[in-house]
């Protein structure tokens, strides 16, 4: 059989390559012409400007720079592609037109160096457009081959893990962050044509707030005390209100505590804004107005495509009350019911169920049926308003029901975009709902605002009516780029260390220098591990029989939103068919721990609905206790072993 071919170089190939690249550098740090020695060099076009102005340049003089991606050519002649910040463009590089010795040197150049040229525009006899290299200047020596040329990196883990390799030889890369870099300028312009003042607030804070998450923990050492890295700006941001700076906004980075999958990453960038006398619909009105603006700016067209759908981002969006989007899209009439009980009843119905830490009232059913049934199915742009109480603790309630606040939601594709207030400005009312989330956090749930005193005071001064208003700027460039992660329009994600994977490489490797000694595996202490009493009844063998453990492969693995718990696995059981389970395992994994692991499932379970979710199965996990804490270790097994496989 032969042998499969890869896009992978083997290990020894490149080492090889790498040591032939240092010795050509050595080579030339003893000629006296190391590269590294050189500060600059003056280039005076890039390749875009070179194409776009190909008529006034052909026959000029042009100095160009960037790094070499391919060379071919036969003995006197040579093209090269040369990579700028702008593109590429093809070099001719031939002996008898430029001095003999630099020809020569030229052609030992590898590909990834970074050269200067001197040369002089013109056109090839195929047409190509090109430089006509009379001087070419080695900058900088490329020690590492890149990846080969036409695969490029595909590689997910290792483009973002290796963004700079990712720009050079995946050149598409650059359009999302230039797009990016639009999109944020052309905010700034838009809120800075309304009076708005750009203002920064401190990352370190002594409380979380602002936001219902769990924040990062550090030290402060000269203070000695612990502080939090904020989870929004929103709580700094008022303050400048009640002190008279009536329009601010503050675009940022945040930081949260949480999963990740293709919507979330734990440091992530938003804009968050406050205007003085105006209300949430102001603020719907400058979501619309920003989003649309730079779509038509920046694609020119109102018509995007994101995660399989079609969005049209003409200005008119839709907006709707949470009760009436229920009532259209789970068939449940909250504005009909006044009961909590009824309300917790009437979300039960439709298989919606309210977390744990959760009071059992009407306002939280509403939301809950609305998070687990709607949200799922909102695709063109939709503003959602009218949010419960218990759900918004930063929010003026409705003067038409108390129940419900003056807030919105922008959904587009699936996916918030933007959340928004008619702030709370009443310090009384401020100050219960902040017992309210204190009380719920004594419940269990960990990310429920913390009871700020200094904002309180703030508010006791007085703050005017006051729309604000908190949009993720990754999620909007995703929409108009296109890209299905966060991951792809932040240029460096936060990604799981290498060390420990290299550390059992290194560990498995042989010595060359003695001979292979067998490691002695490290010792593990059960000794306070506490194991429940074996099952003392017997369960005959054919009721064990009828349950049936495969081992299946993770394709995917995600946070499911809304549940500090729960992890969404599709996954391969060998039937051709993917399948989803939930596991509340969440406090011991991260979802990228567990992509392209192989476990052990129950699969001949009847589906069950967790936050809305069909679960098909149980994911089989260890679990015992040591000093009266849980420990949790999911059943993980030789990767050898195929989807499918029965077990007995």
């Known amino acids: 059989m032969a042998e499969q071919k890869t896009n992978q170089q083997p290990e020894q190939d490149l080492s090889q390559q790498s040591k032939v690249r240092r010795e050509k550098l050595a080579a030339l740090q003893a ?21 776009e102005n190909f008529d006034a340049l052909e026959g000029q003089s042009v100095k160009v720079a960037g790094r070499l991606m391919s060379k071919r050519g036969m003995g006197k002649v040579s093209f090269c592609d040369l990579q700028d910040r702008d593109g590429r463009i093809q070099l001719y590089a031939r002996q008898d037109e430029m001095d003999e010795e630099i020809y020569k040197q030229f052609k030992k150049y590898d590909i990834g160096d970074i050269v200067g040229v001197d040369g002089e525009v013109f056109r090839t006899q195929r047409g190509e457009m090109s430089v006509r290299a009379k001087t070419i200047t080695l900058l900088s020596k490329s020690l590492l081959p ?33 797009i990016r870099s639009r999109f944020i300028k052309f905010m700034r312009n838009y809120l800075d044509d309304m009076g708005y003042i750009e203002v920064e607030t401190p990352v370190l804070n002594t409380i979380a707030g602002g936001a219902a998450a769990r924040p990062f923990i550090t030290h402060h050492n000269t203070l000695d005390i612990d502080m939090y890295m904020r989870i929004a700006t929103e709580l700094p941001l008022k303050r400048l209100i009640v002190g008279g700076m009536d329009r601010v906004y503050e675009i940022g980075r945040i930081f949260r505590n949480e999963g990740m999958d293709p919507k979330h990453n734990p440091e992530f960038t938003t804009v968050e804004l406050y205007q003085a006398y105006t209300d949430f619909h102001g603020m719907m009105d400058i979501a619309e107005g920003i989003l649309s603006g730079a779509a038509q700016a920046i694609l020119g067209t109102y018509q995007v495509q994101w995660q399989g759908e079609d969005i049209d981002l003409t200005p008119g969006w839709r907006r709707l009350t949470m009760v009436d989007a229920v009532k259209e899209y789970a068939g449940v009439d909250f504005g009909a019911i006044t009961d909590d009980a009824e309300a917790v009843s009437a979300a039960k119905a439709i298989g919606v169920e309210l977390a744990d830490a959760a009071e059992k009232t009407w306002g939280n059913a509403l939301y809950a049926c609305f998070d687990q049934k709607v949200e799922e199915q909102l695709v063109q742009p939709t503003f959602i308003t009218m949010y419960p109480v218990e759900v918004s603790p930063l929010t003026k309630r409705s003067p038409a029901d ?13 996916s918030e975009l933007a959340n928004a207030y008619s702030e709370l400005n009443d310090p009384i009312d401020q100050r219960e709902r902040f017992e309210k989330q204190v009380e719920q956090r004594e419940r269990g749930d960990e990310e429920t605002e913390m009871l700020d005193e200094d904002f309180l005071t703030a508010l006791e001064y007085g703050m005017p009516p006051t729309g604000g208003m908190g949009m993720g700027i990754d999620r909007c460039v995703m929409l108009l780029t296109g890209a299905d992660t966060i991951r792809e329009v932040i240029l460096f994600p936060t990604m799981k260390p290498e060390g420990a994977k290299k550390e059992e490489k290194a560990a498995d490797a042989p010595k060359a220098s003695a001979p292979k000694v067998e490691a002695a595996p490290a010792a593990i202490d059960f000794s306070k591990v506490e194991i429940e009493p074996l099952f003392a009844d017997f369960v005959d063998f054919e009721t064990f029989s009828r349950s049936d453990f495969r081992a299946v492969k993770v394709k995917e693995c995600t946070a499911v939103p809304k549940s500090k718990k729960l992890l969404k696995f599709v996954l391969d059981d060998g039937s051709g068919t993917d399948r989803v389970i939930l596991s509340g395992i969440h406090d011991t994994y991260e979802p990228e721990e567990l992509v392209g692991k192989t476990l052990i499932a129950i699969t001949n379970l009847p589906p069950r609905k967790m936050m809305g979710i069909d679960s098909c199965g149980m994911i089989i996990s260890a679990i015992h206790h040591e000093e009266g804490a849980e420990k949790l270790h999911c059943l993980m097994v030789d990767d050898r072993i195929p989807a499918g496989a029965k077990l007995y």
């Not at 590269?35 to 194409?51: G, V």
């Not at 695969?151 to 999302?176: A, C, I, S, T, W």
Request: with cysteine; glycine share 2%; aromatic share 14%.
């Open 31 to 51: 000629e006296g012409r190391d590269p590294f020695q050189i500060t600059r060099f003056d280039w005076d076009h890039t390749s875009a400007q070179i194409k």
């Open 146 to 178: 890149l990846p080969e040329k036409f695969h490029g990196l595909q590689d997910k883990e290792l483009r973002f893990r290796q963004r700079y390799v990712d720009l050079m030889v995946n050149p598409e890369v650059k359009r999302n962050f230039a």
């Open 402 to 414: 108390p129940r419900l606040t003056e807030r919105f939601e922008l959904f587009i594709c699936r």
